[in-house]
């Protein structure tokens, strides 16, 4: 038997994942969940996993804390991050934390299926999409839950303004700046500016 955790907060993309470790693994019994607790909760007690996916944008979860934490705790589980990130900056953040690889969500299933069994046999793998976004529609866009106002507040913090300029940007006072940014940061679920700038990037906001 060979155990897997997903944990990834988009179900459509745990389905797609699960589909393509059984096809990739043989007798694989793979475990969803969607948020930090529910990891927490799946590696509780003597339970072990042959190897975890995850992407790095869940509730609850924080990139260099828990990542570090993860590694420290389960020094002998390949751990595989496969996300939507493509600042090449960040996946070598993701990379230095220890993890075993790094996979594009964009790339297709099978290059994802065969990096995921290199990085189960003790390979360090990083694939990263050169060309078009083949596997896009296994990820929704986090964008598409944010207002205009609130993109347009996420796309001023990636070029690093504060509420204050963002407010003289967009024309509005620096109180109602405060609300679409606090608004922004909940629905894309991060909990810091820098966190959301972190994610804006990635997605090519700048």
Do not use: W
Request: with cysteine; proline share 4%.
């Amino acid at each position: 038997m060979f155990t897997v955790l997903i944990a990834d907060d988009h179900p459509v993309f745990r389905d797609g994942m699960r589909s393509i470790i059984e096809k990739a693994f043989d007798m694989a019994e793979v475990t969803e969940v969607g948020d930090m607790m529910g990891v927490r909760g799946a590696l509780s007690g003597d339970t072990t996993f042959d190897l975890l996916v995850l992407d790095v944008y869940f509730p609850g979860f924080e990139v260099a804390r828990d990542l570090a934490k993860l590694r420290r705790d389960l020094a002998l589980t390949p751990i595989a991050v496969v996300s939507m990130v493509s600042n090449k900056d960040m996946v070598k953040e993701i990379m230095s934390l220890g993890v075993n690889g790094f996979i594009s969500k964009s790339v297709a299933p099978e290059i994802i299926a065969g990096a995921l069994k290199a990085i189960a046999d003790g390979e360090v793998v990083v694939r990263q999409s050169s060309g078009p976004q083949i596997a896009e529609a296994m990820q929704p866009d986090p964008l598409a839950c944010l207002t205009p106002r609130q993109l347009d507040a996420l796309t001023l913090i990636c070029q690093g303004m504060s509420n204050k300029e963002i407010a003289r940007k967009l024309d509005l006072s620096p109180y109602t700046v405060r609300v679409h940014v606090s608004a922004m940061m909940a629905a894309l679920n991060v909990h810091s500016r820098s966190a959301a700038a972190a994610l804006g990037s990635s997605l090519g906001l700048s």
